[in-house]
């Protein structure tokens, strides 16, 4: 945070939470249509033929030459954000911008090649898969190290609904990265229509937001008997940076599209939303935050478990946003409903806090 401009909201985190979703959001619509045009003159454009089904290429044709790599305005709207609004003697907004920063690279780099035509299917997936992972362990164990000097609680303790909590010790590192490698992939899936996983991201964030200003105030976790996480101030300002930005790139994603995100944007933003769940300490919360990111991740595996088994397809097609294209369902039809689902599964979140 800047001393000299802000020193007075350093401890008022719910100013500087707000102020940081409104500059993000402001950020990105000023960087966006900057980002498109560079991207246009460079002629870096998806490429929607895909050769897995002449179906969907063909639904998907209009698509093609779009402007994609928008992820990067959207990474760029969450650092200035943070630069201005985030406390850094908080070890943890390191860690959540490393995390933000290592995944951005890592799409960039795949976008990049895809795009540049230096090889049509981008990074090799096992590497791409291991960057992941490394990454995750790091976040895992830096993760670790912080909680260890903000918050008296074992950082290791994983919390179970209705059923206290275990302490993982050295296993700790693992579940990060697990968490944040199985998000950061359920996100980069559900990026298929125009809007969908960028709303569905901005629903989980905010949900993950209320949830970091609840357990990062020690009056309201008690109330609702969370374990109290004094660094999540900062969460709740790096939340809203991601929400605003995100809610500034669907304004360029919306049916039609003006840009794609790409892996620049969903590997980033999905490994975040997976450390913001560890951070807060509700790790298993996030299979109903991210509800609809598990149920398209599930849909593919589904498919693929169900053809090597029996050779025959659960789904006309996966993941099961573009099974509802085949079934006729208008893209934009498909999209609103899948955000009904996201925002359904979100307030559900919120209320088991209460009841447990």
């Avoid at 350093?10 to 560079?38: D, H, N, Q």
């Avoid at 990049?112 to 895992?140: D, E, N, P, Y």
Wanted: charged share 15%; proline share 3%; hydrophobic share 50%.
């Amino acid at each position: 945070m800047m001393p000299w401009l802000f020193e007075s909201m350093e401890k008022e985190f719910t100013l500087r939470a707000a102020m940081a979703g409104v500059l993000a959001f402001a950020a990105s619509l000023l960087l966006g249509p900057r980002v498109i045009a560079w991207l246009r003159a460079r002629k870096m454009g998806e490429q929607t033929e895909k050769q897995d089904s002449r179906q969907l290429d063909q639904m998907m044709k209009d698509k093609n030459g779009t402007p994609t790599m928008g992820g990067v305005f959207i990474v760029a709207a969450i650092l200035v954000s943070v630069a201005i609004f985030g406390n850094f003697s908080n070890p943890v907004l390191w860690v959540l911008l490393g995390v933000t920063v290592g995944l951005a690279s890592v799409g960039a780099v795949d976008d990049w090649l895809k795009l540049s035509g230096r090889c049509k299917t981008g990074m090799r997936m096992r590497t791409k898969f291991l960057l992941q992972v490394v990454i995750g362990l790091v976040a895992g164990m830096g993760l670790h190290a912080a909680l260890a000097r903000t918050d008296p609680v074992p950082a290791t303790r994983l919390y179970i609904p209705f059923d206290g909590s275990i302490d993982l010790g050295a296993f700790y590192p693992v579940l990060v990265m697990l968490v944040i490698v199985a998000t950061t992939n359920a996100v980069n899936i559900t990026d298929g229509l125009d809007g969908l996983a960028g709303g569905c991201l901005g629903i989980s964030t905010f949900a993950y937001a209320v949830i970091a200003y609840i357990v990062g105030r020690v009056d309201f976790s008690r109330y609702l008997e969370l374990q109290y996480v004094s660094s999540s101030a900062e969460i709740t300002v790096c939340c809203t940076a991601m929400l605003g930005a995100t809610v500034g790139f669907l304004w360029f994603n919306t049916h039609p599209a003006q840009v794609f995100m790409g892996d620049s944007g969903s590997l980033p933003l999905g490994g975040a939303l997976g450390l913001v769940a560890c951070a807060t300490k509700q790790e298993l919360l996030l299979l109903l935050v991210g509800g609809v990111f598990v149920i398209e991740a599930g849909s593919s595996l589904l498919q693929i478990a169900s053809f090597k088994l029996t050779g025959r397809r659960v789904f006309r097609i996966a993941p099961l946003h573009h099974h509802f294209q085949f079934c006729g369902l208008p893209e934009t039809k498909i999209t609103l409903r899948f955000w009904i689902v996201a925002a359904v599964m979100a307030v559900a979140s919120l209320s088991l806090l209460k009841l447990r």
